[in-house]
T-cell receptor
């Protein structure tokens, strides 16, 4: 079973906020939500992570619902360089496997 | 610190040949991971090391695959008798040791394998 569900693709106008949703309804109480992105032909790049509270860093904001069954990654002012595949990840069970899924392909449009 | 380094970046080989990839993690990171990524898919977990000990292996890691981390620093991933289905990007990641809580992985740029 998939650990996370994301829309396969999204578009966003340059300069606008990009809001990328993720469902993780089977998340356990001590599992973190991680977001990574991958630009074509590069390795995944860490963006942000969170457990229960909303988080913000220089790249993005992470909003986690109170029941923790879903989250939203917000890129406040999308640029063309933000065009990438964005992965929402939770750790698989109690091991160290991070389940990536197929992610959301975000295209920032000029 | 230059991050996670992977070599070679690209490898083209003929079916049946053996190939080896090397990963040099961030120096202070005790944990090292190998993932495989095929076109249009997200990375899939292969195996994980804590120092020199290989603690988890995915069922994707067939007996033709072997990974080592002999001194707890760099790691190698060898594929014997390559098949066309092995064509993929092989990603290495490392992370610091944490007794609990978040575990942020830093990925390398990957090694792309093409089996003809």
């Amino acid at each position: 079973d998939a650990k996370t569900t994301q829309p396969p693709s999204m578009d966003c106008a340059e300069g606008r906020a990009a809001n990328l949703p993720c469902n993780h309804s089977t998340i356990s109480g001590n599992e973190y939500v991680y977001w990574y992105r991958q630009i074509h032909s590069q390795g995944p790049q860490y963006i942000i992570h969170g457990l229960k509270n909303n988080e913000t860093n220089e790249m993005a904001s992470l909003i986690i619902t109170e029941d923790r069954k879903s989250s939203t990654l917000i890129l406040p002012h999308a640029t063309l360089r933000d065009t990438a595949v964005y992965y929402c990840i939770v750790r698989f069970n109690t091991g160290n496997q991070f389940y990536f899924g197929t992610g959301t392909s975000l295209t920032v449009i000029p | 610190d230059t991050g996670v380094s992977q070599n070679p970046r690209h490898k083209i080989t003929k079916r049946g040949q053996n190939v080896t990839f090397r990963c040099d993690p961030i120096s202070e990171h005790n944990r090292l991971y190998w993932y495989r990524q095929t076109l249009g898919q997200g990375p899939e977990f292969l195996t994980y090391f804590q120092n020199e000990a290989q603690l988890e292996k995915s069922r994707l890691l067939s007996d033709r695959f072997s990974a080592e981390r002999p001194k707890g620093s760099f790691s190698t991933l060898e594929i014997q008798r390559t098949e066309q289905g092995d064509s993929a990007m092989y990603l290495c990641a490392s992370s610091p040791t944490g007794s609990s809580g978040a575990n942020v992985l830093t990925f390398g740029a990957g090694s792309r394998l093409t089996v003809l």
